[in-house]
Structures are given as structure tokens and as C-alpha cells.
């Protein structure tokens, strides 16, 4: 993927590598979203939400803020 975005900005090999952490990630979440279709978008978006209820669910087991009906 490093080598599909340092040649998508024309750069040479290792270029990638010398920039700032912030510009790496802006440029892996550019070049994921320019690559992926709909449906692709879709399912990550949905794994996204999914992660994020399941990390609050979580957090409400361990604070005892879910209540069982019991």
C-alpha cells in the first residue's frame, strides 16, 4: 500500500517513511477511501459502529450501569 501511494503522489521509494506520523495517516485513510467501493465503505462503517457498542457495552458491565432485570 506505501509503495501505491508514493506512486500515486510521484514520489520516490521511501518517501512515505519521511514524513509526519499526521501526514502518514492522512495519506493511508486517503488512499483507503479512493480505493474502496460502496459496499466496502458500508461494511466498514458498520464494523466501526459495531466496535464502538460493543466498547460502551463494555464499559456499562464494568461500571454496573447495565441493569439485568433481576
Known sequence: MILEIERRWHRDPGWFYTLQRP???Q???DYR???EGPKQAKERQNKAK???LDKMRQ???RTG???HGG
Open 50 to 52: 459495531r466496535a464502538r
Open 33 to 35: 477511501m479512493s480505493i
Open 59 to 61: 464499559k456499562a458491565r
Open 65 to 67: 450501569a447495565v441493569d
Open 23 to 25: 501526514h502518514q495517516i
Open 27 to 29: 495519506l493511508i485513510a
